[in-house]
């Protein structure tokens, strides 16, 4: 081992929102609330708002009727996936010139290891944010410290635009005050169970001797429990996650009754996702279809197979064999084809 670990964890402020506001600056300073299909009467959730709709209680995951409720002023947008990816691409692109050993973490955060850079902690997270701002127009908060679990509880520690650096002594005088919700990995659940223990603070937490927490978190999680409060973790960063699945669908121009469209459609699908699959060098286990009625009534098949394939024969017989299991009984509006439970020849 080479010396103390630096992780760098970046997580973008209000993310789908700033992306929102970049095509419409009118919107700036004022509380912008961005979920579903952005109409606050009909069904749907809250992804995120800006600040200024925080500050009226909206938060993530409540139903979008009751941000209007607390809200009534507040600017309503429909989710637009497309659009916050192209945006991802693009500040997870700054991160990875700046150091190669990148786990993405979904859309809107990742770890970056640092380790390496012979420029301090600071130096660093402030040239990543200052490119991320040139190239994107976007703010995000930035946290360093010696392990995965610390920088992402830096990167929460002063949101929007934050920048805050951990060292192994800070554990006692900024970590331990906090409320052990604070701690990733730890919910509603354990956070109700350790208050029955009068555990409220992490450091409370750090007060609790492993065994007590074994006997009753169980041996994986007492002994995670009993580490995060110490600000111990030593996860890797993991650079390349294995797809999980691949597949392509197509919603037809009209909606079809016809038998040998459907069937074209299939085969074509088919044909697609295997040479996506042998581009790649993965094989399939699991071959599965979706199939979309006009009134939007969906329905899937699947089907595993005896080995894992990447011939278009194979996965097109399962496709058809998962049609065969479905009543046709009104006209379609989409078809796909899935293959899933992917690996490499070499890794299994
Ligand atoms: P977060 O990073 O949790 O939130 P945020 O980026 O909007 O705000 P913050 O400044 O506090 O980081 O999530 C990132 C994006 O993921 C968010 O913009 C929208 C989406 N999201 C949902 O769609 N549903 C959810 O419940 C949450 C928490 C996030
Ligand atoms: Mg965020």
């Given at each position: 081992?080479?010396?103390?670990?630096?992780?760098?964890?970046?997580?973008?402020?209000?993310?789908?929102?700033?992306?929102e506001?970049?095509?419409?600056?009118d919107?700036?300073?004022?509380?912008?609330?961005?979920?579903?299909?952005?109409?606050?009467?009909?069904?749907?959730?809250?992804s995120?708002?800006?600040?200024?709709a925080?500050?009226?209680?909206?938060?993530?995951?409540?139903?979008?009727?009751?941000a209007?409720?607390?809200?009534p002023?507040?600017?309503?947008?429909?989710?637009?996936?497309?659009?916050?990816?192209?945006?991802?691409?693009?500040?997870?692109?700054?991160?990875?010139?700046?150091?190669p050993?990148?786990?993405d973490?979904g859309?809107?955060?990742?770890?970056?290891?640092?380790?390496?850079?012979?420029?301090?902690?600071?130096?660093?997270?402030?040239?990543?944010?200052?490119?991320?701002?040139a190239?994107?127009?976007?703010?995000?908060?930035?946290?360093?410290?010696p392990?995965?679990?610390?920088?992402?509880?830096?990167?929460e520690?002063?949101?929007?635009?934050?920048?805050?650096?951990?060292?192994?002594?800070?554990?006692?005088?900024?970590?331990?005050?906090?409320?052990?919700?604070?701690?990733?990995?730890?919910?509603?659940?354990?956070?109700?169970?350790?208050?029955?223990?009068?555990?409220?603070t992490?450091?409370?937490?750090?007060?609790?001797?492993?065994?007590t927490?074994?006997?009753?978190?169980?041996?994986?999680?007492?002994?995670?429990?009993?580490?995060?409060?110490?600000?111990?973790?030593?996860?890797?960063?993991?650079?390349?996650?294995?797809?999980?699945?691949?597949?392509?669908?197509?919603?037809?121009?009209?909606?079809?009754?016809?038998?040998?469209?459907?069937?074209?459609?299939?085969a074509?699908?088919?044909?697609?996702?295997?040479?996506?699959?042998?581009?790649e060098?993965?094989?399939a286990?699991?071959?599965?279809?979706?199939?979309r009625?006009?009134?939007?009534?969906?329905h899937?098949?699947?089907?595993?197979?005896?080995?894992?394939?990447?011939?278009?024969?194979?996965?097109r017989?399962?496709?058809?064999?998962?049609?065969?299991?479905?009543?046709?009984?009104?006209?379609v509006?989409l078809l796909?084809?899935?293959?899933?439970?992917?690996s490499?020849p070499d890794?299994?």
């Open positions: 081992m080479s010396g103390a670990r630096r992780i760098l964890h970046l997580d973008m402020d209000a993310f789908f929102a700033a992306v506001l970049l095509r419409r600056p919107l700036k300073g004022k509380p912008v609330v961005i979920g579903g299909r952005g109409d606050p009467t009909r069904r749907g959730v809250v995120t708002a800006t600040y200024e925080r500050a009226f209680g909206v938060r993530s995951g409540m139903p979008l009727r009751t209007l409720k607390l809200c002023a507040a600017v309503f947008l429909p989710v637009d996936f497309a659009e916050y990816h192209r945006y991802s691409d693009r500040f997870k692109a700054v991160m990875r010139s700046v150091s050993l990148m786990e973490r859309i809107d955060e990742a770890y970056l290891d640092v380790s390496a850079l012979d420029r301090s902690s600071e130096a660093v997270a402030r040239e990543i944010k200052q490119r991320i701002r190239e994107t127009g976007l703010t995000c908060s930035i946290g360093i410290a392990n995965k679990l610390l920088a992402k509880m830096a990167s520690m002063q949101k929007p635009d934050g920048l805050t650096i951990l060292v192994p002594e800070d554990v006692e005088t900024r970590i331990w005050p906090l409320g052990v919700r604070k701690v990733p990995g730890i919910g509603p659940k354990t956070e109700g169970r350790l208050a029955e223990m009068s555990v409220h992490i450091g409370e937490l750090a007060a609790v001797p492993v065994e927490l074994v006997e009753e978190f169980g041996r994986s999680y007492g002994v995670f429990l009993y580490e995060a409060a110490r600000g111990i973790d030593e996860d890797p960063i993991v650079t390349h996650w294995e797809p999980k699945q691949r597949s392509r669908e197509t919603t037809f121009q009209e909606d079809t009754g016809d038998w040998q469209t459907i069937a074209r459609t299939i074509a699908l088919a044909r697609d996702v295997a040479e996506e699959l042998r581009d060098g993965y094989r286990r699991t071959v599965g279809i979706k199939l009625f006009a009134d939007f009534e969906t899937t098949r699947e089907k595993t197979l005896p080995e894992p394939v990447d011939a278009e024969l194979p996965i017989k399962a496709a058809f064999e998962c049609l065969g299991r479905l009543k046709l009984d009104r006209r509006r796909g084809v899935r293959v899933g439970e992917l490499r890794s299994t």
